[in-house]
């Protein structure tokens, strides 16, 4: 009978802070009986979260989907006007464009980095194109270099989904200051989450007050209500989430750096198992460990590993699989792209994020390696 784990090991698990760090902030919030409306604690994550990002607006959302949403109606473009974004990417990323009466058009990925290929994009952009949302995926970044030269060559905006990319950076610089602006998800399963929630993350101070109107009614006093604004806010809750977990993150991102050093210690050398890009001018964001499996070297497929683990009672991902050209809305999408097989077609059927997080032990880092390197899946 095979080994399998006493309890099922996830492929992410929600940084949580001690409950007796957070009674007395409950407290407060009680003792105040300010929830919500842009409290205390919502106020105090937004000027932390400014300074960890190193960004001048950082303005809280309910959830990253929300937040991506209000970004794309704060960039007032065109109706029906074509923005760019991966179809390696959640939903999310696509369904936010359509909501905003945007046409998503999918470009390919770059084989190295698996996030948009620059030359595919060039290749997709029309008359009709008015921005490119770029996605940081798996905690490697995008050409955000390559993607700033064809905004401004094409007079084109470019934002960064950033949900797996909080805290990157790029040469000493935070992520969050490349583009017009970065959305982050702080959903239970990223590195840093407040349960859930987003943020909306900019360069630029000039965003902040119309961000705030978007997302709080268009309400700018008790009398006035001068956009068209949804409700976006961020509880008090979370926000007192946040801030304790904001303290917790360099030591989670610790934690994770001494599992990737224990995953590639017995995959890196293995035919036909290929690790995230190196990117040596990056600080990766520590978000997810993904290996690509090739099955015509490695001998067995993405889905064979998957299920082997599974039976093992540790629950890696298929991720992003399916991708969003195979989601019923996008089906009759093509993927622009400089190849005759778009890498992301043939990447979606390789790629598979291990557990990752400091809940991981050595136990299952053991079990994990056996599956991998013994050659079988019985």
């Not at 407060?28 to 604690?41: A, C, D, L, R």
């Not at 955000?144 to 040469?171: P, T």
């Not at 390789?350 to 990752?356: A, D, F, G, R, S």
Request: with cysteine.
């Amino acid at each position: 009978m095979e080994p399998k784990m006493s309890d099922p090991v996830y492929v992410a698990s929600p940084l949580l802070p001690d409950l007796d760090q957070l009674a007395p902030l409950l407290e407060e919030i009680w003792s105040s009986k300010h929830v919500t409306n842009h409290g205390p604690m919502h106020q105090k994550l937004e000027a932390e979260l400014s300074k960890h990002l190193g960004v001048p607006t950082t303005m809280l959302f309910g959830n990253g989907t929300i937040a991506l949403l209000t970004a794309l109606k704060f960039l007032d473009l065109p109706p029906k006007s074509e923005v760019i974004t991966t179809p390696l990417t959640f939903a999310a990323t696509a369904h936010a464009i359509a909501w905003n009466g945007l046409k998503p058009v999918f470009a390919d990925v770059d084989h190295t980095t698996l996030t948009l290929d620059p030359e595919s994009v060039e290749l997709a952009i029309t008359e009709n194109t008015s921005a490119i949302i770029g996605v940081h995926v798996y905690g490697t970044l995008c050409d955000v270099d390559a993607l700033a030269r064809l905004g401004a060559k094409y007079n084109l905006r470019v934002i960064y989904d950033a949900a797996h990319a909080f805290g990157a950076r790029k040469s000493g610089i935070p992520v969050s200051q490349f583009g017009d602006a970065s959305i982050f998800s702080f959903h239970a399963t990223k590195l840093f989450n407040t349960l859930e929630g987003g943020l909306i993350a900019s360069p630029n101070e000039d965003y902040k007050e119309r961000i705030y109107f978007l997302r709080n009614f268009g309400i700018k006093n008790e009398e006035e209500v001068v956009d068209i604004g949804i409700n976006g806010k961020m509880n008090e809750v979370q926000a007192a989430i946040g801030l304790l977990n904001l303290k917790a993150v360099e030591q989670e991102k610790a934690r994770r750096r001494e599992l990737r050093a224990r995953y590639t210690s017995f995959l890196s050398g293995l035919d036909g198992v290929r690790l995230a890009a190196d990117q040596p001018d990056v600080e990766n964001a520590e978000q997810y460990f993904p290996v690509i499996l090739n099955k015509a070297q490695f001998g067995r497929s993405r889905d064979d590993i998957y299920e082997a683990l599974k039976r093992r009672n540790i629950f890696a991902r298929k991720y992003f699989h399916p991708i969003c050209t195979d989601f019923v809305p996008y089906q009759s999408e093509q993927i622009v792209s400089t190849k005759n097989m778009p890498v992301a077609e043939e990447v979606k059927s390789q790629v598979l994020c291990l557990p990752y997080h400091s809940g991981v032990g050595v136990d299952a880092v053991d079990m994990i390696a056996e599956v991998f390197l013994n050659g079988t899946t019985a």
